[in-house]
């Protein structure tokens, strides 16, 4: 088109994951490859997500980026990896209602503005970045026809952050470490779709929103560096615990589910005290949370509900069925009052399976 009056719009929204078998470590900071291979579910895409509005047009002469109404700077390298990576598969654009025709070379000289909305706590270890990322590349790659399949563009999303290459499919998802220097292999699978298992009920409980002390960049750098439970974690125990987790979400055997997560979770924070110096995400509320579980699930027989805590305080919750994510709230408020002192300041989305 001659006039530089259109503007060419695509919006997307995207969820965020939770890892059941955790990332943690970098083998290749730059290109983001693990040190194992992860597990997560992403939740409903009704919570807990990102919204992007990416949108071109030839009168915009610079690539700019708002999050949550600010702007924010897209020179970093992360995006720079993503951007350079989706315009470099661009493909031709039409519109022949708006008389738009976008070329694969133009897409080299076109800008883009980007407008991305969480609508959760930004960096308070609610996983943010991997709905921002998987958003982002996503929304771009719509906008610019990008002709690549969602485990190709996983792998873009990779290079924004790690978590982020599991929240482009549903259901649940392996990040498969990858074999390459190039990280061409270091993409996500889904290993089953959000039907599969949708008894499960997912509950976050916030015990803070506020950010968290140490970034998991800079936390994983450092426990790569000096924990070595970390090494023999990668290499022992992950692997192993890959394949079981895999056979438990295919049987929908939930006792096993529930004991390979917990034990993921408190392995994922045994390392970040192996690090020196020690990182602490948990705070005494998360221990308290991970206590009642416990007793719960031992007085049962089996369990009942499965805990895992990322790099911030905060529970996510999965319990087996909508009865006990029921019990589940009303023993949490039980044990932290609404308007009481407690740190456990509010429950949210708990109601809606995955
Ligand atoms: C995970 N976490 O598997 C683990 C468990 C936190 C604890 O992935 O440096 O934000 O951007 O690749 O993806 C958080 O790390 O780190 C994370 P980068 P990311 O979900």
């Not at 291979?37 to 009168?59: E, G, K, N, W």
């Not at 999303?157 to 790690?162: E, L, N, T, V």
Request: a neutral charge; aromatic letters at 8%; glycine letters at 4%.
């Amino acid at each position: 088109s001659e006039s530089q009056n259109w503007v060419l719009v695509v919006t997307a929204r995207t969820p965020t994951n939770i890892a059941v078998i955790k990332y943690w470590g970098k083998r290749d900071e730059k290109l983001i490859l693990p040190v194992n291979d992860s597990i997560s579910v992403t939740l409903d895409p009704d919570h807990l997500c990102t919204t992007t509005t990416v949108a071109v047009s030839p009168s915009f002469d610079q690539d700019r980026m708002w999050l949550n109404g600010k702007e924010i700077s897209l020179s970093g390298g992360r995006f720079q990896s993503c951007l350079r990576e989706i315009r470099s598969r661009a493909s031709d654009v039409e519109d022949k209602e708006k008389g738009i025709k976008i070329s694969k070379e133009d897409w080299e000289k076109l800008h883009v503005h980007i407008a991305s909305y969480n609508n959760f706590p930004t960096a308070a270890g609610l996983a943010s970045s991997a709905a921002g990322f998987a958003c982002f590349v996503f929304s771009l790659a719509k906008l610019m026809n990008v002709n690549e399949d969602q485990s190709k563009l996983s792998a873009i999303a990779r290079q924004g952050s790690g978590s982020a290459c599991r929240s482009l499919f549903g259901g649940f998802v392996k990040w498969i470490m990858g074999k390459d220097k190039n990280g061409s292999d270091s993409l996500a699978v889904q290993l089953a779709d959000e039907e599969h298992w949708d008894d499960l009920v997912i509950l976050v409980a916030v015990v803070s929103s506020r950010q968290k002390e140490t970034s998991s960049t800079s936390g994983m750098r450092e426990s790569v560096e000096t924990s070595l439970l970390l090494q023999h974690r990668a290499k022992e125990v992950v692997p192993k615990r890959i394949l079981q987790m895999e056979e438990a979400i295919k049987n929908r055997d939930f006792a096993s589910f529930a004991q390979l997560t917990c034990a993921d979770s408190n392995q994922f924070h045994a390392v970040c005290l192996d690090t020196s110096p020690p990182i602490f995400y948990m705070n005494d509320t998360s221990h308290k949370i991970i206590s009642i579980v416990e007793k719960w699930n031992r007085s049962e027989g089996t369990p009942q509900v499965a805990y895992t805590f990322d790099a911030g305080p905060n529970a996510v919750l999965i319990a087996r069925n909508r009865k006990v994510a029921a019990l589940l709230l009303q023993r949490l408020l039980f044990y932290f009052p609404p308007n009481s002192d407690s740190d456990l300041n509010s429950y949210i989305h708990g109601d809606k399976s995955i």
